[in-house]
T-cell receptor
């Protein structure tokens, strides 16, 4: 069966510091991968998605970037965090292909920027 | 453009009551998919159901049931005999038949089931 992992679970970082959040998927090959952000009390915003290694699409221009160095690894990064980057970051995967597939979510990372 | 509306921001019910969570969507596509996810306090989104636009049959899974009506662009979710463990934020989502990546989530409905 497929599983998705995210770490760290919680992170407190000062403004201006770098960020690296990691997401890995097991039990599947060539998944579609996604990064979402959920601000406090609000819905989900799609940040990035990837249909393959080094193939990243950005949905919203921002202070963040994403990379996919391996098939089942998706990394969310920032060179300098802003206060507005605080939120709950969720990674998701869906079966490979370009059709509509159900997305399955990881446990999330709570990021607080102070 | 796609849009999902969940007009109920918060709902509180007493255990064993039935509760319906509303979802209204907008899309110009004739082929699309609708989803419901549950987000318990732990934060992880749990997939509940997926329905494509050609299948208007209502679905029942245990205490959960879904009512899909294309005529009113609604995909409502009913929990029968609610339990405390049902307390969570519930999200409705829509994806059109174009590259699956374009998931649009509603703002969510926070359900509190009181003992």
């Amino acid at each position: 069966s497929q599983t998705i992992h995210q770490w760290p679970a919680t992170l407190v970082q000062p403004v201006g510091s770098p960020l690296s959040l990691e997401c890995t998927v097991e039990g599947t090959s060539n998944p579609n991968l996604y990064w979402y952000r959920q601000a406090a009390g609000r819905g989900l915003q799609l940040l990035f998605y990837s249909i393959g290694i080094d193939q990243i699409s950005s949905e919203v221009p921002q202070n963040l970037s994403a990379s996919r160095p391996q098939d089942r690894q998706f990394i969310l990064s920032s060179k300098k965090l802003l206060l507005s980057d605080s939120g709950f970051y969720l990674c998701a995967w869906s079966p490979p292909g370009l059709g509509v597939e159900t997305q399955y979510f990881g446990p999330g990372t709570r990021l607080l920027v102070l | 453009a796609q849009k999902v509306t969940q007009a109920q921001t918060e709902i509180s019910v007493v255990e064993k009551e039935d509760v319906t969570l509303d979802c209204v969507y907008e899309t110009r596509d004739t082929t699309y998919y609708l989803f419901w996810y549950k987000q318990p306090p732990s934060g992880e989104l749990v997939f509940l159901i997926r329905r494509n636009s050609f299948d208007e049959q209502n679905e029942i899974s245990g205490r959960y049931s879904w009512n899909f009506q294309k005529s009113t662009s609604s995909f409502n979710f009913t929990i029968t005999a609610s339990q405390v463990v049902d307390s969570a934020v519930y999200f409705c989502a829509l994806s059109e038949n174009n590259y699956g990546q374009n998931f649009v989530f509603g703002p969510g409905t926070r359900l509190s089931v009181l003992p």
